[in-house]
């Protein structure tokens, strides 16, 4: 579990190590500097980093959030979660009410969040737009959707 020595840092979309954490995972990362994103890294008490995960504002009150990986050696640990915890708190601050996100495998993982499958036919025109939801490597990928 993530201890309370952890701490969450802001990073670059073009940080080095954020790149090969999600290509090591083989998510998309072609996109970050473009997407004008917001990417945060969960770092241990030695300045290390153990995971990340961001978002685009898409309007007053949507989000998309994206990108979030934790690398292998840091599964199981709490890291995920503390990080899509302090995302969805703080954009909730802001006046976001409205959550959307794509995934491959993590589905059931998000589903402890409150996301939900929804059809990519019914996302409205603001994630429509994304280069998520428009790129080749995510056609497969599983739309979910959180409400608050």
């Given at each position: 579990?993530?201890?309370?020595?952890?701490?969450?840092?802001?990073?670059?979309?073009?940080?080095?190590?954020?790149?090969?954490?999600?290509?090591?995972?083989?998510?998309?990362?072609?996109?970050?500097?473009?997407?004008?994103?917001?990417?945060?890294?969960?770092?241990?008490?030695?300045?290390?980093?153990?995971?990340?995960?961001?978002?685009?504002?898409?309007?007053?009150?949507?989000?998309?959030?994206?990108?979030?990986?934790?690398?292998?050696?840091?599964?199981?640990?709490?890291?995920?979660?503390?990080?899509?915890?302090?995302?969805?708190?703080?954009?909730?601050?802001?006046?976001?009410?409205?959550?959307?996100?794509?995934?491959?495998?993590?589905?059931?993982?998000?589903?402890?969040?409150?996301?939900?499958?929804?059809?990519?036919?019914?996302?409205?025109?603001?994630?429509?737009?994304?280069?998520?939801?428009?790129?080749?490597?995510c056609d497969d990928a599983v739309l979910m959707r959180?409400?608050?």
């Amino acid at each position: 579990m993530a201890s309370r020595k952890d701490y969450l840092r802001r990073v670059e979309p073009d940080d080095a190590e954020f790149l090969k954490a999600l290509e090591d995972v083989g998510m998309p990362r072609d996109d970050l500097t473009a997407s004008g994103g917001v990417y945060f890294a969960q770092m241990d008490a030695h300045g290390g980093p153990l995971g990340y995960c961001g978002y685009e504002l898409l309007g007053h009150s949507l989000a998309l959030i994206r990108s979030c990986v934790v690398p292998r050696a840091h599964r199981g640990k709490g890291v995920g979660r503390a990080i899509v915890t302090y995302l969805i708190k703080i954009l909730a601050a802001q006046g976001i009410d409205e959550f959307y996100l794509f995934t491959m495998d993590a589905d059931p993982f998000f589903a402890n969040f409150g996301f939900e499958t929804v059809a990519r036919d019914t996302a409205p025109g603001a994630i429509r737009a994304t280069s998520q939801f428009t790129m080749e490597c995510c056609d497969d990928a599983v739309l979910m959707r959180r409400v608050v």
